[in-house]
């Protein structure tokens, strides 16, 4: 039910916006009575939670083979924050303006810390192997590094959802993110 409630959410604020979608809404498409809803998610706001900690187990696999992956890193590294991009596109605009206005809520702890986000540890754990190979710059530490190109990453999708998600956002982060990440490659 849970799942049901969630993936039928999900496509009612992509297709009708997040603030036009009732519980009650949800409730007749899902031909859940109210009481299950609410027993799973106490409002819209804890549906949209769900989709944030979604984006925080986005991967890009970087675990598997990582010392090897972490030899080249630049193309493992792109292609997981064009991941990242793909993401937050397949939920849409409207629903990234939402998450952004309960972004501390999702993501940071009470002192305004990241919260331990599984993709950007994996990420940080890739760039410390990189590191140790010296094949990425040590100038920060490795997950320094990885929130840096997290908030490269937040920041084209920021301004996608100001343009109302009127152009690609992979195809964008696949212009802008190379020459962010090319920074800290060593050659």
């Not at 916006?17 to 859940?32: A, N, Q, S």
């Not at 490795?142 to 490269?152: I, P, R």
């Not at 084209?156 to 802008?176: A, N």
Request: one cysteine or more; proline letters at 1%.
């Amino acid at each position: 039910n849970k799942i049901l409630i969630y993936e039928t959410a999900k496509k009612m604020f992509q297709e009708y916006g997040y603030e036009k979608t009732t519980m009650g809404d949800i409730c007749r498409e899902t031909g859940l009575s109210v009481g299950t809803i609410y027993h799973y998610y106490r409002s819209k706001e804890d549906i949209l939670l769900q989709i944030c900690e979604q984006a925080a187990v986005v991967t890009g696999n970087l675990d598997e083979d990582i010392t090897e992956k972490a030899k080249n890193p630049f193309q493992y590294i792109l292609e997981f924050m064009n991941e990242y991009a793909r993401f937050w596109e397949s939920v849409g605009a409207d629903l990234v303006t939402n998450v952004y206005r309960i972004f501390d809520r999702a993501f940071l702890n009470d002192d305004y810390t990241l919260k331990n986000i599984k993709s950007h540890q994996e990420l940080g754990r890739f760039i410390a192997v990189a590191q140790e190979l010296g094949t990425f710059d040590k100038s920060m530490a490795a997950q320094e590094a990885a929130n840096y190109l997290f908030t490269a990453g937040r920041g084209l999708l920021y301004e996608w959802f100001l343009r109302k998600g009127s152009y690609s956002l992979t195809e964008h982060s696949e212009i802008f993110m190379p020459r962010i990440i090319r920074t800290f490659i060593v050659n």
